[in-house]
Protein backbone atom coordinates (compact mmCIF):
# COMPACT_ATOMS: atom_id res chain seq x y z
CA UNK A 1 0.00 0.00 0.00
CA UNK A 2 1.37 3.10 -0.58
CA UNK A 3 2.39 6.28 1.72
CA UNK A 4 -0.15 9.27 1.10
CA UNK A 5 1.72 12.48 0.52
CA UNK A 6 1.84 14.72 3.60
CA UNK A 7 0.57 18.17 2.83
CA UNK A 8 2.70 20.76 2.50
CA UNK A 9 0.36 23.78 2.10
CA UNK A 10 -2.46 24.09 4.14
CA UNK A 11 -5.45 26.81 4.09
CA UNK A 12 -7.26 27.66 7.72
CA UNK A 13 -10.30 28.67 7.04
CA UNK A 14 -11.75 31.11 10.02
CA UNK A 15 -14.54 33.58 10.72
CA UNK A 16 -14.21 33.91 14.59
CA UNK A 17 -16.41 31.55 15.67
CA UNK A 18 -15.44 29.27 18.80
CA UNK A 19 -15.64 25.80 16.59
CA UNK A 20 -13.14 28.07 13.77
CA UNK A 21 -10.55 29.30 16.23
CA UNK A 22 -10.14 25.49 18.06
CA UNK A 23 -9.60 24.21 13.99
CA UNK A 24 -7.45 26.90 13.71
CA UNK A 25 -5.52 25.80 17.00
CA UNK A 26 -5.62 22.46 15.98
CA UNK A 27 -4.81 22.83 12.10
CA UNK A 28 -1.68 25.19 13.42
CA UNK A 29 -0.20 22.37 15.47
CA UNK A 30 -0.90 19.56 12.88
CA UNK A 31 1.39 22.12 10.44
CA UNK A 32 3.90 22.44 12.73
CA UNK A 33 3.85 18.12 13.38
CA UNK A 34 4.16 18.10 9.22
CA UNK A 35 6.21 21.55 8.49
CA UNK A 36 3.71 22.75 6.20
CA UNK A 37 3.09 26.25 5.27
CA UNK A 38 0.34 28.08 6.48
CA UNK A 39 -2.40 30.36 5.12
CA UNK A 40 -5.43 31.59 7.55
CA UNK A 41 -8.32 32.81 5.90
CA UNK A 42 -10.97 35.04 6.48
CA UNK A 43 -14.45 35.29 3.69
CA UNK A 44 -16.22 38.41 4.12
CA UNK A 45 -19.72 37.93 2.58
CA UNK A 46 -21.14 40.93 1.35
CA UNK A 47 -24.90 41.15 0.70
CA UNK A 48 -25.69 39.87 -3.16
CA UNK A 49 -27.07 42.97 -5.28
CA UNK A 50 -25.87 45.98 -2.12
CA UNK A 51 -25.55 49.32 -3.26
CA UNK A 52 -22.25 50.78 -3.34
CA UNK A 53 -23.05 53.26 -0.79
CA UNK A 54 -23.78 50.35 1.30
CA UNK A 55 -20.80 48.56 0.83
CA UNK A 56 -18.66 51.38 1.41
CA UNK A 57 -20.81 51.62 4.96
CA UNK A 58 -20.04 47.70 6.09
CA UNK A 59 -16.51 47.66 4.41
CA UNK A 60 -14.59 49.24 7.24
CA UNK A 61 -16.22 47.32 9.76
CA UNK A 62 -15.98 43.65 8.67
CA UNK A 63 -12.16 44.33 7.16
CA UNK A 64 -11.80 45.41 11.11
CA UNK A 65 -13.19 42.51 12.05
CA UNK A 66 -11.50 40.60 9.74
CA UNK A 67 -7.81 41.80 10.45
CA UNK A 68 -8.44 41.42 14.49
CA UNK A 69 -9.71 37.18 14.24
CA UNK A 70 -6.47 36.84 11.54
CA UNK A 71 -4.32 38.99 14.10
CA UNK A 72 -5.38 35.78 16.79
CA UNK A 73 -4.58 33.20 14.59
CA UNK A 74 -1.31 34.70 13.88
CA UNK A 75 -0.25 35.05 17.22
CA UNK A 76 -1.32 31.52 18.01
CA UNK A 77 0.97 30.75 15.05
CA UNK A 78 3.91 32.55 16.51
CA UNK A 79 3.28 30.89 19.80
CA UNK A 80 3.35 27.65 18.28
CA UNK A 81 6.01 28.54 16.09
CA UNK A 82 5.48 29.22 13.16
CA UNK A 83 4.84 31.53 10.18
CA UNK A 84 1.34 32.27 9.04
CA UNK A 85 -0.31 34.27 5.98
CA UNK A 86 -3.00 35.70 6.63
CA UNK A 87 -5.75 36.36 3.64
CA UNK A 88 -9.07 38.56 3.52
CA UNK A 89 -11.59 37.15 0.94
CA UNK A 90 -14.57 38.63 -0.47
CA UNK A 91 -17.25 37.64 -1.96
CA UNK A 92 -20.81 38.59 -2.58
CA UNK A 93 -21.97 34.94 -3.43
CA UNK A 94 -20.90 32.43 -1.62
CA UNK A 95 -18.29 31.64 1.35
CA UNK A 96 -17.54 27.94 0.44
CA UNK A 97 -16.76 28.64 -3.54
CA UNK A 98 -14.70 31.51 -2.08
CA UNK A 99 -12.77 29.03 0.36
CA UNK A 100 -12.53 26.69 -2.48
CA UNK A 101 -11.53 28.84 -5.43
CA UNK A 102 -8.82 30.50 -3.00
CA UNK A 103 -7.46 26.85 -2.11
CA UNK A 104 -7.37 25.81 -5.82
CA UNK A 105 -5.74 28.77 -7.17
CA UNK A 106 -2.92 28.59 -4.01
CA UNK A 107 -2.85 24.86 -4.60
CA UNK A 108 -3.78 24.56 -0.95
CA UNK A 109 -3.31 20.14 -0.32
CA UNK A 110 -5.38 20.44 3.15
CA UNK A 111 -8.09 22.78 3.89
CA UNK A 112 -8.87 22.61 7.94
CA UNK A 113 -12.29 24.33 9.21
CA UNK A 114 -14.50 24.36 12.29
CA UNK A 115 -18.17 22.41 12.06
CA UNK A 116 -20.44 25.15 12.79
CA UNK A 117 -19.96 29.41 11.75
CA UNK A 118 -20.81 32.64 13.58
CA UNK A 119 -23.92 32.24 11.49
CA UNK A 120 -25.34 30.23 14.98
CA UNK A 121 -27.52 27.98 12.66
CA UNK A 122 -25.67 24.20 13.25
CA UNK A 123 -26.87 21.56 9.92
CA UNK A 124 -27.88 18.65 11.71
CA UNK A 125 -23.73 17.78 13.00
CA UNK A 126 -22.24 19.51 10.25
CA UNK A 127 -22.17 23.50 9.54
CA UNK A 128 -23.11 24.53 6.35
CA UNK A 129 -19.87 25.87 4.91
CA UNK A 130 -17.88 22.65 6.69
CA UNK A 131 -20.58 20.97 4.72
CA UNK A 132 -20.06 22.69 0.96
CA UNK A 133 -16.31 22.40 1.25
CA UNK A 134 -16.13 19.23 1.87
CA UNK A 135 -18.73 18.39 -0.87
CA UNK A 136 -16.72 20.82 -3.11
CA UNK A 137 -13.33 20.87 -2.44
CA UNK A 138 -10.68 19.39 -4.62
CA UNK A 139 -8.24 18.62 -1.91
CA UNK A 140 -8.62 16.61 1.10
CA UNK A 141 -10.74 18.61 3.73
CA UNK A 142 -9.89 18.36 8.06
CA UNK A 143 -13.14 19.17 9.93
CA UNK A 144 -12.58 19.97 13.66
CA UNK A 145 -15.12 19.31 16.20
Given amino acids: ?83 MKGEILKTDTSIVKAIVDFAESENMELIVLGTKGTDGIPKMLLGSVAAGVVTAARCPVLVVR
Avoid: H
Fill in 1 to 83: MAREKMPERVLIAVDGSPSSLKASSYGLNLSKKLGSKVTAAYVILFPAGASQKLMDELKPELMKKAREVLTGVDENAQSVGIE
